[in-house]
């Protein structure tokens, strides 16, 4: 135990800290996206969804549990992001383009633009902040009609321009996160970089155009 604590008080453990609790909010997001993709299913669908996940007993471990990673991940990327400016500043020089291009404030400022974004999904669709009565309305099965919740959220322009300039900043810093990951794993070579920045953009993209779609269906009338 005394070894693993003292592991993360390294900058080693650290990284290998951000890659993980990345890689299980990596996981998180893509299980979340495929539950809103539902939308497109039917309205029944994302309510059944909706009331399984609200009713199960489950919930709240989990939820304390991604809690407790978000915070981990907010911890090391500041943790990060301190040792390599004072690195920077030493004119210490860097073995990858990663290693370097991690240095700037970009993961800081995304990882900021996703804390916003989680708070901003959770008081749209969970707490209804703003919202009128139709946010408590059920549905025939007398479920809470989830589907009409983002329906309506989504009419709203300026909560639709918020979510969409939110969700390219996560999106900046899902790329980044997956590049992470092949870093610190050690897949990032010279001989096969271009493949996998080409896959750290396919995966980024694509998560980012699937919570894009959602806004966008709304708009044009398609849910």
Known sequence: MYRLIHLFRTSIGRKLMMALTGLILLLFIVGHLAGNMTIFVGAPILNSYAHWLQHSVMLWPFRIVMLLVVGLH????????????????NGSRFP????????NHHMLWSGLAVLLF??????HLTLGVGADASFYQLDSN?????????????????????????????GLHLLQVVRGLFQTLGFYHENYQ??????????????????????????????
């Not at 907010?74 to 500043?89: C, D, K, P, T």
């Not at 990858?96 to 240095?103: E, G, M, V, Y």
């Not at 989680?118 to 008081?123: E, G, M, Q, W």
């Not at 271009?194 to 995966?203: F, H, I, N, Y």
């Open 142 to 170: 007398q479920m809470m009609d989830v589907y009409l919740r983002v329906v309506e959220g989504f009419l709203n322009p300026w909560i639709s321009l918020s979510y969409v300039v939110l969700l390219l900043l996560v």
């Open 118 to 123: 989680i708070l901003f999904h959770v008081a």
């Open 194 to 223: 271009q493949l996998l920045d080409r896959l750290a953009w396919g995966v980024s993209g694509g998560i980012t155009a699937g919570f894009l779609s959602i806004p966008v269906a709304v708009w044009v009338g398609a849910v």
């Open 96 to 103: 990858s383009w990663f290693t370097r291009h991690i240095l």
């Open 74 to 89: 907010i911890v090391m990327g500041i943790e990060l992001a301190r040792e390599n400016r004072h690195s920077a500043s």
